[in-house]
């Protein structure tokens, strides 16, 4: 499967909690960007990233949420002492380099949190 | 901050029937429009549209763009039970960032 693969899949993890995710993009693809997605809701912008480079980072998000992409591969999206709104579903896609002529992302399954 | 507002919220339509999906925008260095499909895991890509009046179309699925009015439809013809899903509008700035709307829903019921 050459898409973008997210793990895990689903984790429950209780009230104060910390929980990492991780993201493999699809190989050529040097963008990457997570997004947190709630019901009924369209995907809500977290940060993405240029190769290794983090580019942007939502106002919104709280100093309890950080990304990596220390190698410019996969990445990780980790959120410290979890609250019961951080449940979601949180979303990674991937884009190749801006100057191609095709530079739509593509999503990953998703990994869905829910904090108990 | 980027701006994009779809409508219907939802929609319930009869298998046959057409439909068509709204999608408005307010972006700072607007780069592209994209449209995706989400049922029930990840958004699956539709269309990406750059220029005005120019209509991408995909077997019963078109959609076209209006860069001076700023907004984009999406029409789904003869519609299927498969065709039930969430619809999701984004801009792309030029900054490369995606800014989603809230999405349409749409259940075609046999």
């Known amino acids: 499967d050459t898409g973008v693969s997210q793990n895990p899949r689903h984790k429950i993890t209780k009230r104060g909690q910390n929980v990492t995710f991780r993201c493999d993009p699809i190989s050529e693809h040097n963008r990457l960007y997570w997004y947190r997605q709630t019901l009924g809701q369209g995907p809500e912008f977290l940060t993405y990233?240029?190769?290794?480079?983090?580019?942007?980072k939502s106002r919104l998000l709280s100093d309890r949420f950080s990304a990596e992409r220390p190698k410019g591969s996969f990445s990780t999206l980790e959120i410290q002492r979890t609250e019961q709104g951080d449940s979601a579903m949180y979303l990674c896609?991937?884009?190749?380099?801006?100057?191609?002529?095709?530079?739509?992302?593509?999503f990953g399954q998703g990994t869905r949190l829910t904090v108990v | 901050e980027d701006k994009v507002v779809q409508s219907p919220l939802s929609l319930v339509v009869h298998e046959g029937d057409t439909v068509t999906l709204n999608c408005s925008y307010e972006?700072?260095?607007?780069?592209?429009l994209l449209w995706y499909k989400q049922e029930k895991k990840a958004p699956t890509f539709l269309f990406m549209l750059?220029?005005?009046?120019i209509e991408k179309k995909s077997g019963r699925l078109s959609s076209i763009l209006d860069k001076k009015e700023l907004f984009s439809i999406l029409n789904i013809t003869a519609t299927q039970t498969g065709d039930s899903a969430v619809y999701l509008c984004a801009v792309e700035a030029s900054d490369y960032k995606l800014s989603f709307g809230a999405g349409t829903t749409v259940t075609v019921r046999a």
């Open positions: 750059t220029s005005s009046g």
């Open positions: 972006v700072t260095n607007f780069r592209s």
């Open positions: 990233f240029q190769n290794e480079a983090q580019l942007e």
């Open positions: 896609a991937s884009s190749l380099n801006p100057e191609s002529m095709n530079t739509e992302a593509f």
